[in-house]
């Protein structure tokens, strides 16, 4: 079978998949000629399944993608007006990621690719997050990504859509997964980003003085797990003092947590920045990424230091930073333009470095498995 492959110019409408976590998410994407949009984007997400086991619980997230998926691509055709043998292609993750969600979604792109005789793309998921800044705001490569999410944290140069070089990332903890046990030691509900975020709000930031691992460190590799366990500490003494958690103790924990991990994130971005811009890259821009990047605290710091440093600052709207299919879709649409489709031989990776090149870290894509 022969498929058209696009340029820029060619007008490419793709349906992504997402499912390497806990969102069953599906996206309609249409690019070309200067123009893209997002046709649709529908996130079906699992807290609610989740809730009574304090974390993902694997066989329950892929039971749940696979009863799920189909509702959401009807949906998403739905939403944009078409029907599914008007997309050029289907973009799925394949990986990295929870085992039993990517074999979910590879598995049903894969029938409904043999179904409509649409090209099938493998996507990697932390090239959808490092994309997506291209898709909001056309970023020409090379440009600087901080990637945070639930399970990982790392800086990249994006030098085209299929080449990525990591400068550093975190040894232990992905910021996200952080915050949720966080939320979770202070009795506050998943995901632990929002909920933190919240209590932070009418917090005392300087109350608690918190660590900032690594920070003294040259690199831009991090560490999120002794701040977790500086948490902990504090409030068990909150708790031995007052004989429970006080309402204030819990809000000034947050917001001293909160603070500590943007410390962390700003002061690694400016070496990152600083690694990026002795490449002399043509349009500097510094873009963040995953969904610890709809932190507003975070956002309006880097906002800040990219400013001081005269690079071109993006963080794409909240709903595309959190898990979401039009990411993936987006991300099909870059592979196209380069000639790179799969076949029905393609595998669901747990494991998937962005950079194969550079060392295995926790939350680099080879170790671990969330994504
Ligand atoms: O990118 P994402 O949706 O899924 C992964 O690929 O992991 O990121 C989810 C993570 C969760 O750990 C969640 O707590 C965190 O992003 N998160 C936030 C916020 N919203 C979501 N962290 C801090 N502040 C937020 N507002
Ligand atoms: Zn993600």
């Known amino acids: 079978m022969i498929w058209q492959l696009g340029s820029d110019a060619t007008l490419q409408t793709v349906l992504g998949i997402e499912s390497s976590c806990d969102d069953t998410a599906a996206g309609i994407v249409r690019a070309g000629g200067g123009?893209?949009?997002?046709?649709?984007?529908?996130?079906?997400?699992?807290?609610?399944?989740?809730?009574?086991?304090?974390?993902?619980?694997?066989?329950?997230?892929?039971?749940a993608h696979a009863e799920r998926l189909d509702h959401a691509v009807e949906q998403a055709l739905a939403a944009a007006g078409m029907r599914l043998d008007e997309v050029s292609a289907i973009a799925v993750t394949a990986g990295p990621g929870l085992i039993g969600g990517l074999l979910a979604g590879v598995m049903f792109a894969k029938g409904l690719s043999a179904?409509?005789?649409?090209?099938?793309?493998?996507?990697?998921?932390?090239a959808g997050h490092a994309l997506t800044p291209r898709l909001t705001h056309q970023l020409a490569f090379p440009y600087l990504v901080l990637l945070v999410s639930g399970g990982h944290a790392q800086f990249l140069i994006a030098e085209g859509a299929d080449r990525f070089r990591r400068l550093g990332g975190t040894i232990d903890d992905a910021p996200g997964e952080a915050f949720d046990k966080v939320a979770k030691l202070l009795g506050l509900p998943q995901p632990g980003g929002p909920s933190v975020e919240r209590e932070a709000a009418s917090g005392d930031p300087f109350r608690f003085g918190l660590p900032r691992p690594l920070l003294s460190q040259p690199g831009c590799d991090m560490s999120f797990s002794g701040l977790k366990t500086a948490v902990l500490r504090a409030r068990d003494e909150c708790m031995a003092a007052a004989g429970g958690l006080r309402r204030q103790d819990r809000r000034d924990l947050c917001a001293a947590f909160q603070a500590a991990v943007a410390d962390i994130l700003v002061e690694k971005s400016r070496r990152a920045i600083e690694a990026y811009l002795a490449t002399d890259p043509a349009h500097p821009a510094f873009a963040v990424a995953g969904g610890v990047a709809s932190n507003q605290l975070l956002r309006g710091?880097?906002?800040?230091?990219?400013?001081?440093?005269?690079?071109t600052f993006v963080a794409p709207?909240?709903?595309?930073?959190?898990?979401?299919?039009?990411?993936?879709?987006?991300?099909?649409?870059e592979r196209l333009r380069l000639g790179l489709i799969d076949d029905l031989s393609l595998a669901a990776r747990p494991r998937w470095p962005l950079d194969d090149r550079a060392p295995a870290q926790l939350g680099s894509g080879r170790k671990g498995a969330k994504a």
């Open 317 to 333: 709207p909240l709903p595309l930073c959190t898990d979401n299919g039009a990411m993936i879709a987006w991300a099909g649409i």
């Open 301 to 311: 710091q880097l906002e800040t230091l990219a400013a001081q440093k005269g690079v």
């Open 115 to 126: 179904a409509s005789d649409k090209p099938l793309v493998g996507i990697n998921h932390l």
């Open 35 to 63: 123009r893209v949009e997002i046709l649709s984007s529908v996130v079906a997400g699992q807290n609610d399944l989740h809730a009574a086991f304090g974390g993902v619980v694997p066989e329950i997230a892929a039971r």
